[in-house]
């Protein structure tokens, strides 16, 4: 099967209109970064802490909202996390100014406070853990087990696990019936819980809270790996390469990326550390895509000397475009696959590839080779200027 | 078979081989991060100042002290942990001389500014990095032993920073990380201590005795006022002496316990020289109240009723609960210092499981359809190419369990991804055969051509990705790094795949075959 065959498409005809285009959408993405909402830096940047929190029911936001108010940072964002019949909000808050602590603990008090009143001192099965409810019960001792504490631990400890189980599986307890569904614990454990336990309206999924002093650490780590990696790439691609390619392929490079962070502070996404990680997987993968092309060229320059590098270029490109779809397609597949069944967590991540795949597979083509063709062109005229000079001077 | 390929083989086999004993079983070998297993991650920053601050004070107090024994009567002392030092009042008619050899036997670490009558002592250089040092390695210790306390599995609790002042703690596995935290930061200073006046319902009450400032030798301190039921219904403020009689370090255990009528306490052994020193104290002062403080906070002031020796009861309406907690991080020791989260990172165990779901599902579904699509373009080449992504991921997962190497929720996006790259570079094989085949070549010099003029754009191609993985692995953290691992060993697993195996698999294909026409590509 083929799905491209011979073609002789003159790609680098389109140039002006390519980079036109391009340069456009550049512009265009650079002025409304800086004069618009710019990029969303999460907390792994800028500070702050974010609660990811899975509620029983439908969650009020407007109580939530109000709850939040008494933690005096400024205007908590609540939006929806994952799909919205699972009733999971995300809280971020700005920690205050300079300060360093733990601002996730307040955040659940609040919480506690403002929703769970209902339950007064009932062991919550829905923010309490396994090693609480194994002392509980070993205390308590449903299973009139008459071991001492540490035998009770051993007895009540799996069980605990067990019952806890469930919400690991659910990530919520919505009713006191759930625990008869769960095996392997018996009638009095399960009677004795219910008796004394109940379910808060809400569980912890998950809490993230970064300080200044980290947040400085993370700015300048992920600043280090992107110069760091951009040096060592144009180092490469200076070394195996003339200059001209290298120009060209660090062009599509920067092109790739502003059009991946135009589509970052459009979507209004936020950028936090795997997303920068996303970004450099998508400089190799650009790098890559140019590569590929320039080793053809150079290949068919070895063969066909002489020849006008625009044609050549043009040929390498032609012969190379099956792969060049190929591998998009087939990478394609996977960042899609990682983009839709990969959860909230790992979408940003995924989108930045999937913007990527589709960008660099464009600039590998249309960007990369004119701009390594303008640049031979420019030193080559450079040069004859030069010859000529010596010339006359003679 | 030919020699040559027999070789490949064996090589393919024991790769293959050493890659699956690493990896056996894979429950086991692979090591998940905590954003997978769920559990708690934490940067906490020891506040040295503190323990600088306490060692002055500490020393203040034994200069007094000694000073006393030997009959010298030293006046207040002033304590200026900014500059590291503290001043003692001398009045004229001391024995200056017993002074100085006090201070010369037993402040080895302190220069002496003699000026009239107040002398300060300050630290000589390097006490202080010292204390600070000291300091976090006893933080550090402290909150391993409550860890290991608290029963965490595989916990890491790591010193680091540029200051050598924060301390990482990774606990996997942990559901409810409030209650953690709270264990983990508590400083747990306790100590017993005269009760001098109180309790009062407030200060100017409290002071009046005293013309309105706590005595030389005493300071406020205060507690919960608690009524009938235990409920709080204010503060009540006591003046104690500033020496203890005893402190959190003479215990020698401490466990949950409960009074007469079920309430929770806990229950404390002690060392046998403080024991001496409680019973000497204890049985001299019947009938005077004591205070029971705990990081600054009167918990009681019970009335001492008979000799008290080797072990006691702290009260303090607990639930059993914060009775356990407070005997856990009571037997494990008291910080040096406070403790300052500069970090969290709490990932419930839910969401861990959720993401390994879906994070296994999309890598399956990637998987399958990549293969799919090779399948149907490369025919029988896609089978080959498909076996070689098989033994990628194979190497891969072994190479990560072999390493250690942490598996987290970008680390499995870093497989996907290698699935995608992998198959990049049998494409480009594959491609180039075809146009080799397409211009009249034979099967077997299209094969030829086609590896060894792809092979250096392979090189190419996967070391410029390569750079950048372990630029990302070299500043990374966490999670991030965990992408870098796997994208980076699946860089060096998909050249080997797709260029050895690959081959290999045409060679043995071929191999016995005089004429091939057609290869099925």
Known sequence: MRIIGDTNIPFLSYRKIALSLSLLVILSGLAYQFL???????????????????????????????????????????????????????????????????????????????????????????????????????VEDPDATGLDDEGAAEHYGPIAEAVLGFRKE?????????????????????????????????????????????????????????????????????????????????????????????????????????????????????????????????ENLKLHRGEDLEQLMNTSINQTLSRTFITSGTTLMVVLSLYFFGGDVINTFAFVLLVGVIVGTYSSIFVASPVALGMHRMLASYRDKKRLKGRKRR | MEKKVLWRVIVIVAVVAAAMWSLWPPSEKIHWGLDLEGGVHL???????????????????????????????????EVDAESFRFSVGVP??????????????????????????????????????????????????????????????????????????????????????????RIIKSTAFLQFKEVMAGPAPDRPSLLAGYAGLPPSDGEVMTGNRTGYAGEVVGRSYYVVKKSSIITGRDLRSARRSQDEYGMPNVQFDLVPSAADKFGNYTSSHIGTPMAIVLDGNVMSAPTIRAKITDSGVIEGNYSVEEAEDLALILRAGALPATMVYLEERTVGPSLGHDSVVRGVRAAVSGLVLVMLFMMVYYRLSGLNANVALMINLIILLGAMAYFGATLTLPGIAGVILTIGFAVDANVLIFERIREELRVGKTVRSAIETGFSRAFGTILDANLTTLIAALFLFQFGTGPVKGFAVTLSIGIFASVFTAVFVSRTIYMILLAGRDRVQTLSI
Do not use: C
């Not at chain 1, 392997?184 to 379910?199: H, M, T």
């Not at chain 1, 001209?244 to 996404?269: E, K, N, Q, S, Y």
């Not at chain 2, 050899?101 to 302190?110: K, L, N, Q, T």
């Open chain 1, 170 to 298: 659910n990530g919520i307890f919505t009713s006191l019936d759930q625990l008869d569904t769960i095996e392997g614990v018996s009638e009095n454990v399960i009677a004795f819980i219910k008796e004394r336990a109940d379910l808060g309206e809400f569980a912890l999924l998950g809490a993230e809270s970064v300080g200044p002093s980290v947040g400085e650490d993370l700015k300048e780590k992920a600043q280090l790996a992107i110069v760091f990696s951009l040096i060592g790439m144009l180092a490469y691609i200076w070394l195996r390469f003339q200059l001209p390619f290298g120009v060209g392929a660090v062009a599509a490079l920067f092109h790739d990326v502003l059009i991946t962070l135009t589509a970052l502070a459009v979507t209004g996404r936020e950028i936090n550390l795997p997303t920068v990680a996303a970004l450099l997987a998508l400089v190799g993968y650009s790098v890559n895509d140019s590569v590929v092309v320039f080793d053809r060229v150079r």
């Open chain 2, 43 to 77: 940067v906490l920053q020891v506040q040295t100042d503190d323990a600088i601050k306490a060692e002055l004070d500490d020393a203040a107090q034994r200069l007094v002290s000694f000073a006393a024994d030997e009959g010298i009567d030293l006046g207040a002392t």
């Open chain 1, 36 to 138: 618009g909402h710019g990029l969303n830096l999460g907390i792994d940047f800028v500070g702050g802490t974010q609660v990811t929190i899975k509620f029983r029911g439908e969650p009020d936001l407007g109580l939530l909202r109000k709850s939040m108010t008494d933690l005096d940072v400024g205007t908590p964002l609540l939006q929806r996390f994952d799909e919205p019949e699972k009733h999971e909000i995300l809280i971020r808050v700005e920690n205050p100014e300079g300060e360093e602590g733990d601002f996730t603990g307040p955040i659940i008090e609040l919480l506690r406070r403002d929703l769970n009143g209902g339950i007064g001192d009932a062991f919550d099965l829905n923010t309490r853990g396994a090693q609480s409810l194994t002392l509980l019960l070993g």
């Open chain 2, 92 to 181: 004229a008619n001391t024995d200056r001389e017993g002074l100085d050899e006090i201070i010369g036997r037993s402040f080895p670490d302190y220069d002496v500014t003699r000026a009239g009558t107040s002398w300060s002592l300050a630290f000589k250089p390097n006490i202080e990095r010292l204390i600070r040092d000291q300091a976090v390695r006893k933080g550090l210790e402290t909150i391993n032993n409550r860890v290991d306390q608290f029963g965490v599995s595989e916990p890491v609790i790591q010193r680091q920073g540029i200051e050598g002042d924060r301390i990482l703690i990774q606990l996997p596995g942990v559901d409810d990380p409030e209650r953690v935290k």
